[in-house]
């Protein structure tokens, strides 16, 4: 089994811990960096100063990483799953079927009177849209036909939550919508991070098993089949994983897309393009550029905080087209 980039490794968690360090001191209260470290040491003079940082931006700054995570480290097994650098949870339906579950449990008031409604049925639409992409597309789908069968399930499933935000039975439920559409990680605290990160971590568990028969299936189903890789497994592993990490993602910030789409592209020629190498560096790298996100939609100035999901949207989409254009003129 091929190791780990140790030195590859060690810069991202350096910039992680660099990027988390920066997006609690980053907020409409100006902190310095040594009134941020003396409270997360267990210091602080002033209580006002230790609630912000301890139970506000502290939080929401281990959220984005969590999510950051969970959504690169999903994209990468996709990728490699399928054989295509443009599967992502965005791009295949697997978000916004997480989504229409988060926008049903809000519809039917299910969240407010059962604490894991939420995570479990954005989890369970998550991979129920997972299956139905690894079903609709085949075992040998190409890029036209992943795309067509993603954009198909995205757009299912944003008619259905168009559909419950339409026949909303209050305005407060239809702004809670909204805001998971749109994705953000503001007024986030620790209740949501001890909510999603059991479901985070198993599935983190679970993707990461993966790797060895990414490795195999790279070579193709026959090759992969003749050193005793259960692909059919393989898969039912893949969506499970999936599910668990995106599901509990969308379940506290939305829909913050594009994530898992580049992250694995920029951190592939750093591992050989090796999938089972390619697992932890997309974990580190997503977990940063989330935070890095979550830091710059407070900076950006504005009226009132830019959401999340905008902002990703806004890096990924141009970053997705010149990879369309890239692969098209390579297949030339």
Request: proline share 5%.
């Amino acid at each position: 089994m091929n190791r780990h980039n140790p030195a590859l490794i060690a810069a991202l968690a350096l910039c992680l811990l660099l990027a988390l360090f920066g997006s609690i001191l980053v907020g409409s209260a100006a902190l310095t960096a040594g009134q941020v470290a003396h409270a997360l040491a267990g210091g602080g003079d002033d209580p006002r100063l230790v609630v912000i940082i301890r139970e506000i931006r502290l939080p929401r700054a281990i959220l984005g990483a969590l999510v950051g995570a969970s959504l690169s480290l999903s994209g990468a097994v996709l990728q490699g799953l399928l054989r295509n650098p443009l599967a992502e949870p965005g791009l295949t339906g697997t978000s916004a079927s997480a989504g229409l579950g988060a926008v049903v449990a809000l519809y039917f008031g299910w969240s407010a009177t059962v604490p894991l409604a939420l995570p479990l049925t954005a989890m369970g639409t998550a991979g129920v849209g997972t299956l139905l992409l690894l079903l609709i597309a085949g075992r040998h789908a190409g890029t036209l036909t992943l795309i067509l069968t993603g954009v198909a399930l995205s757009s299912l499933a944003v008619a259905l939550t168009s559909l419950a935000m339409n026949l909303s039975p209050n305005p407060y439920a239809l702004s809670e919508m909204v805001m998971w559409l749109l994705g953000s990680l503001h007024d986030r605290s620790f209740a949501d991070v001890t909510l999603i990160l059991p479901f985070a971590i198993v599935g983190w568990i679970i993707l990461a098993a993966t790797g060895r028969g990414l490795d195999a299936l790279s070579l193709g189903e026959e090759a992969a089949a003749s050193l005793g890789i259960c692909v059919d497994r393989l898969r039912l592993w893949a969506v499970l994983g999936t599910a668990l990490a995106v599901g509990a993602s969308v379940a506290v910030a939305g829909s913050v897309g594009f994530v898992g789409l580049v992250v694995p592209h920029l951190l592939r020629p750093l591992v050989r393009y090796q999938p089972s190498r390619l697992l932890l560096p997309s974990a580190f790298g997503g977990a940063i550029l989330v935070t890095v996100a979550d830091i710059a939609v407070r900076l950006i100035p504005s009226s009132s905080e830019i959401m999340l999901g905008v902002l990703t949207s806004l890096v990924g989409i141009p970053f997705f087209l010149a990879l369309i254009l890239k692969l098209q003129w390579a297949d030339r």
